[in-house]
């Protein structure tokens, strides 16, 4: 099945200082990625779509200088955390629509500023 | 953003009961999808509605989609330990995919 490959699954970086997430899409092209945060006990709260290609579009309230999206190919999606403060510790993660069911998604990203 | 919303937020039952997540929409939705989240883990696609009135099962798990397109349903009969974790409804809405607000499940054996 399709699989979304999402790195690094823990990190813990000081405050002010930036860090890259990673996903690929292993089997399948992704012209489009989501990328999501998830607070404990939350749901998963979209933060920005992400095309091959092109820009990517923000949902509102989230800063796009800070959170960096690039999607330069069509296997490749990367978020970047832009100087990092405690209040950006959370669980991100990325999807893709994997086929005509359903979004498959990455193991998700534990960030930890200090 | 779309809003969807799901209730109960948590629901505690025990081993054997049933259990019922609903998902509420203000506008029509061309399809729905229920995913689970385990704790500590990802969430894991099962299902997706499209048809008005739609009902689907899976073993114990039985999902229904409204007749007016704006809600749904996830029913689990005689839980398990192993239904543990949250069950969210998500829609796309073309270009986005927004998750409801989940309901945690805990099964107490």
């Known amino acids: 099945g399709a699989v979304v490959s999402q790195h690094p699954s823990r990190v813990i970086c000081k405050s002010g200082t930036s860090v890259k997430i990673e996903c690929r899409s292993l089997d399948f092209q992704a012209t489009t990625m989501f990328w999501y945060r998830q607070f404990p006990k939350q749901s998963l709260m979209l933060m920005a779509t992400?095309?091959?290609?092109?820009?990517?579009?923000?949902e509102q309230g989230v800063e796009k200088d800070k959170f960096l999206i690039n999607h330069a190919s069509l296997t490749l999606s990367t978020l970047t955390v832009t100087s990092a403060h405690p209040e950006d510790s959370s669980f991100y993660i990325c999807?893709?629509?994997?086929?005509?069911?359903?979004?498959?998604f990455g193991s998700g990203t534990r960030l930890t500023v200090v | 953003g779309q809003q969807v919303m799901q209730i109960p937020q948590y629901q505690h039952v025990q081993e054997g009961e049933d259990f019922t997540t609903y998902c509420n929409s203000s506008?029509?939705?061309?399809?729905i999808q229920w995913y689970k989240q385990r704790p500590g883990g990802h969430p894991v696609f099962l299902i997706q509605?499209?048809?008005?009135?739609e009902v689907k099962k899976q073993k114990r798990l039985t999902f229904q989609f409204g007749e007016a397109k704006k809600n749904s349903s996830l029913h689990i009969t005689a839980t398990q330990t192993t239904d543990v974790g949250t069950y969210f409804c998500a829609v796309n809405t073309g270009n986005q995919f927004y998750f409801g607000t989940g309901t945690s499940l805990t099964v107490i054996p």
């Open positions: 509605l499209v048809k008005s009135g």
């Open positions: 506008t029509t939705l061309s399809n």
């Open positions: 992400s095309n091959e290609g092109s820009k990517a579009t923000y």
């Open positions: 999807s893709a629509r994997a086929g005509p069911y359903g979004y498959t």
